[in-house]
């Protein structure tokens, strides 16, 4: 059995059928849902899901496991540490019995479970890919799946990578337009992978709190839902920027202040900022890293390598820790 983060007094779980478990109902969540009054009730009705399932379902935060790494860096990069995840259907497993949001993969790792766990989890289509046998200064990622076999699948949102700082940017805004378009007519929430990356930009600069910012901001500006984001540095990329940075004596020495920002440049906060888990780490890494999310004000987090590269029963331990830090956030 789950075992539920504790809730406030007067907040109430209330069970949704054809959502798995239960679903949560708060204040919070109608807040964060009031954001978003242009859309239809069918992803009003979706992004309620997002927020209410799991241990951290009505609190207004997320633990998302997102699984692309077969597709992007290659099996044996991504399962090899821990076998049992080169099976699609362990994933699943892994993101319900750890109590998380959702769980997100490209079309054939949820082909490969979506029947089977139907119901029992909310599930993210990532509609692009890339893979890294082939790498180019200004990245452009495939269409790999469509609003129609979200649908087909049951999910309740759909997932898109953009990287701005790219030559081929515009190209992927575009496509996102279009998917947003008919997702958001579907009853679809929208996430965006926001990952500057490009020639214009140094390797430093692909995690500088201004570009990061940035990004946040444009995933924003093209009808996000959720946003994901790499954590920030203290790094300052573009000269313009540093001016205004030091002039206005914007916070950013410490990880807490560059999440607030980052989540600032989102709307001033009212949009849905989760980060990266990014590259694997020990124990104490994510910790404190969840931490810091926690008090600059950020979403959560979506942990992928850091999660289904450990063992099942240490990474629901280290899932549960950092869902626990969110909850008393």
Same mark, same amino acid.
């Given at each position: 059995?789950?075992?539920?983060?504790?809730?406030?007094?007067?907040?109430?779980?209330?069970?949704?059928?054809?959502?798995?478990?239960?679903?949560?109902?708060?204040?919070?969540?109608?807040?964060?849902?009031?954001?978003?009054?242009?859309?239809?009730?069918?992803?009003?009705?979706?992004?309620?899901?997002?927020?209410?399932?799991?241990?951290?379902?009505?609190?207004?935060?997320?633990?998302?496991?997102?699984?692309?790494?077969?597709?992007?860096?290659?099996?044996?990069? =991504?399962?090899?540490?821990?076998?049992?995840?080169?099976?699609?259907?362990?994933?699943?497993?892994?993101?319900?019995?750890?109590?998380?949001?959702?769980?997100?993969?490209?079309?054939?790792?949820?082909?490969?479970?979506?029947?089977?766990?139907?119901?029992?989890?909310?599930?993210?289509?990532?509609?692009?890919?890339?893979?890294?046998?082939?790498?180019?200064?200004?990245?452009?990622?495939?269409?790999?799946?469509?609003? %129609?076999?979200?649908?087909?699948?049951?999910?309740?949102?759909?997932?898109?990578?953009?990287?701005?700082?790219?030559?081929?940017?515009?190209?992927?805004?575009?496509?996102?337009?279009?998917?947003?378009?008919?997702?958001?007519?579907?009853?679809?929430?929208?996430?965006?992978?926001?990952?500057?990356?490009?020639?214009?930009?140094?390797?430093?600069?692909?995690?500088?709190?201004?570009?990061?910012?940035?990004?946040?901001?444009?995933?924003?500006?093209?009808?996000?839902?959720?946003?994901?984001?790499?954590?920030?540095?203290?790094?300052?990329?573009?000269?313009?920027?540093?001016?205004?940075?030091?002039?206005?004596?914007?916070?950013?020495?410490?990880?807490?202040?560059?999440?607030?920002?980052?989540?600032?440049?989102?709307?001033?906060?009212?949009?849905?900022?989760?980060?990266?888990?990014?590259?694997?780490?020990?124990?104490?890494?994510?910790?404190?890293?969840?931490?810091?999310?926690?008090?600059?004000?950020?979403? %959560?987090?979506?942990? %992928?390598?850091? =999660?289904?590269?450990?063992?099942?029963?240490?990474?629901?331990?280290?899932?549960?820790?950092?869902?626990?830090?969110?909850?008393?956030?």
């Amino acid at each position: 059995m789950h075992q539920w983060a504790k809730l406030p007094v007067g907040w109430t779980r209330s069970p949704s059928e054809g959502n798995g478990g239960t679903v949560v109902t708060t204040k919070r969540t109608k807040e964060i849902l009031s954001w978003y009054r242009s859309d239809n009730p069918g992803t009003l009705a979706n992004l309620a899901h997002l927020l209410g399932h799991g241990r951290l379902g009505g609190t207004g935060k997320l633990v998302i496991l997102p699984v692309d790494q077969g597709f992007e860096h290659g099996p044996a990069r =991504s399962f090899a540490p821990n076998p049992p995840s080169y099976d699609p259907r362990y994933h699943f497993e892994l993101a319900i019995e750890a109590g998380c949001n959702a769980y997100a993969a490209p079309l054939g790792f949820l082909e490969a479970g979506a029947a089977e766990f139907a119901g029992d989890i909310p599930l993210i289509l990532k509609l692009n890919n890339s893979d890294s046998l082939y790498s180019g200064d200004d990245p452009c990622p495939a269409m790999t799946g469509s609003v %129609g076999d979200a649908l087909r699948l049951g999910c309740s949102a759909i997932g898109f990578t953009i990287y701005p700082g790219s030559a081929l940017r515009n190209e992927m805004y575009q496509q996102l337009r279009e998917l947003a378009e008919d997702a958001k007519a579907a009853g679809l929430a929208i996430v965006i992978w926001s990952y500057p990356r490009g020639a214009a930009l140094s390797k430093e600069g692909e995690t500088a709190i201004d570009v990061v910012a940035y990004g946040a901001q444009i995933a924003a500006q093209l009808g996000a839902h959720l946003i994901k984001v790499k954590l920030p540095s203290a790094y300052l990329e573009q000269d313009a920027a540093r001016k205004v940075y030091e002039k206005q004596g914007i916070p950013i020495d410490t990880l807490a202040d560059r999440v607030r920002h980052v989540v600032q440049s989102a709307f001033n906060g009212r949009r849905i900022v989760i980060f990266s888990g990014g590259p694997a780490k020990d124990r104490k890494g994510i910790i404190e890293e969840a931490q810091a999310i926690a008090e600059g004000g950020g979403f %959560g987090s979506i942990i %992928g390598r850091n =999660s289904f590269q450990r063992a099942k029963t240490e990474a629901i331990e280290l899932l549960h820790e950092v869902m626990e830090i969110y909850a008393r956030s």
